[in-house]
């Protein structure tokens, strides 16, 4: 034991290494090293190096130390250079991922009778909200307000159904983007008593970016008994806020 706490560190190392492979095979390759070691006559070059070797005259260890040694700082600095890089690339995908789980589902609440007439355009509060991950939708407006820049899909599906036919289907939605019309579904006839169609669009938002579907004045969607018409949207990728 005496002996051992004499060993340098690099033989130490060495030591470790082999005993890993194999307690049996460990020894064997030591005892192989120290009377190579041993036997060596010549003289080595060992650096600045002072080498108090377990062995008395194992000069082996003396060769092996120094580059042992360049090799640990090598690595050394290696390690945290990549622990540095690789905690700013975490950082980085944090600012562009944070707050990005973005999607919203929600229907009308089902009725018996009408929405509409109105005598302007009516944004359409879908209240029966599904989902709502990140909480840009507002049920009580019909609104979502775009938490995060980038590009966003949506969805609506308006329905109507008058009863029977000889009434008049009479209806338009249309999707709007802070005031301005992007998309639009209407319907005006007497051969049918009930339609429905989808729109989708992708619409590249800033944050703040307001979306809703409004119900055209004059209009009206009827007799969505099972909540038929939706709105729903959802973050395809952020932009990073500038
Ligand atoms: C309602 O929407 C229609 C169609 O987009 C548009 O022509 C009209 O100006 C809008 N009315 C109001 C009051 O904004």
Redesign the pocket.
């Known amino acids: 034991m005496l002996r051992m706490t004499m060993l340098p560190a690099a033989s130490l190392c060495i030591l470790m290494v082999l005993s890993l492979c194999s307690r049996a095979e460990a020894t064997t390759a030591f005892d192989l090293l120290r009377e190579t070691a041993v036997s060596y006559r010549g003289s080595l070059p060992c650096g600045g190096w002072d080498c108090e070797c377990a062995f008395g005259r194992q000069k082996s260890c003396c060769c092996i130390a120094q580059p042992l040694f360049e090799l640990e700082e090598a690595t050394f600095t290696r390690m945290v250079g990549l622990w540095e890089g690789l905690s700013h690339l975490n950082s980085q995908i944090e600012e562009l991922t944070a707050g990005c789980k973005i999607a919203f589902t929600a229907a009308m609440l089902p009725m018996s009778g009408c929405l509409g007439p109105f005598n302007?355009?009516m944004s359409i509060s879908y209240r029966s909200v599904s989902l709502n991950q990140g909480n840009g939708y507002n049920p009580a407006l019909g609104t979502f307000t775009a938490p995060h820049a980038g590009l966003y899909s949506f969805s609506f599906t308006a329905y109507s159904s008058v009863g029977s036919a000889g009434q008049r289907l009479y209806q338009k939605v249309?999707l709007m983007k802070n005031d301005q019309?992007v998309a639009?579904s209407w319907e005006d006839n007497r051969e049918d008593s009930e339609d429905s169609s989808t729109q989708t669009v992708l619409l590249q938002l800033r944050r703040g970016c307001q979306v809703y579907v409004?119900l055209?004045?004059g209009r009206q969607l009827c007799g969505d008994t099972q909540g038929q018409n939706m709105f729903s949207g959802y973050l395809v990728y952020p932009f990073s806020e500038q």
């Open positions: 302007s355009n249309q019309l639009s409004e055209l004045s």
